[in-house]
């Protein structure tokens, strides 16, 4: 019966609101943050070029690319620097509307180019 009652407590303390946590949130108090500047020079050592740094869900969320010139976005640990989760960034994961022309499209998404006929012409309308 203890055993069956430990349980249940355990389980509604990991359901209590705010007490479960992501794997990707930090937390740690702003007194032992390392500065903005330590997180630049980190990502410098890494070879990085950054684009932004901000703060997201209580960690440094890092933008920028690789030393591959791979777009990427990173979060970071503030008290150790630590890398908590990184994610390359591919063309097709522009979430803010910004339109990629696909491989062997010309602009307007027209596939291998424009025709020589005027069927695809331009035209004003009257």
Do not use: Q
Request: aromatic content about 6%; some cysteine.
């Amino acid at each position: 019966m203890m055993k069956h009652m430990a349980a249940a407590i355990f389980v509604l303390a990991l359901a209590a609101p705010g007490i479960a946590r992501a794997d990707d949130d930090c937390y740690v108090s702003m007194d032992r943050w390392k500065p903005r500047e330590a997180v630049e020079t980190m990502a410098a050592g890494r070879g990085w070029t950054v684009t932004r740094i901000k703060i997201d869900d209580g960690c440094y969320e890092i933008r920028g690319a690789d030393e591959n010139g791979r777009a990427f976005k990173a979060k970071v640990d503030p008290e150790t620097l630590e890398i908590v989760k990184f994610r390359h960034r591919d063309r097709d994961d522009d979430r803010h509307g910004s339109r990629h022309e696909r491989p062997g499209t010309t602009e307007g998404g027209a596939p291998g180019g424009t025709p020589s006929n005027t069927l695809f012409e331009t035209i004003a309308r009257p």
